[in-house]
């Protein structure tokens, strides 16, 4: 009986570290992050990958028509842009479309989609 019982203890301790430490990561992935690249409307990146200057006439008109937004980083990873508390965002960031842009915020992982979830947008400098 002793053993059974030191042994439900031990299963105990081990998921409640293992708990402890899927919470660690969950919160290191929410501190805030800063990149550079490019605001790009999701419908024409998907179809054709319009991005650039070249694009940016239409891309302005894809977003402020309410079409959704990414965010494709320096590093090629392409990120759904979200607004904080389920804010709209295209009106912020349609005017940075095609334009190389610093952006700050909390990046978002679920079913193998990324999102930022936009904090500053700014033109890189």
């Given at each position: ?8 203890l031990?299963?105990v301790?081990?998921?409640s570290?293992?708990?402890l430490?899927?919470d ?10 800063t ?14 990958s ?8 239409c891309?302005?008109s894809?977003?402020k ?8 980083s ?8 979200i607004g ?7 009106g ?5 479309a ?10 978002k992982e679920?079913g193998g989609?990324?999102a ?8 890189a400098?």
């Amino acid at each position: 009986m002793k053993r059974i019982l030191v042994f439900a203890l031990f299963a105990v301790m081990a998921m409640s570290a293992l708990a402890l430490a899927d919470d660690m990561k969950k919160d290191d992935a929410a501190k805030p992050v800063t990149m550079t690249g490019e605001v790009i409307d999701l419908y024409c990146y998907m179809d054709h990958s319009a991005t650039g200057m070249d694009h940016a006439k239409c891309a302005v008109s894809c977003i402020k028509k309410g079409l959704p937004v990414g965010f494709l980083s320096a590093d090629g990873t392409m990120y759904v842009i979200i607004g904080k508390d389920h804010e709209p965002i295209n009106g912020m960031v349609a005017d940075y479309a095609g334009k190389k842009s610093t952006v700050t915020g909390t990046v978002k992982e679920n079913g193998g989609v990324k999102a930022l979830e936009l904090a500053t947008i700014a033109e890189a400098k």
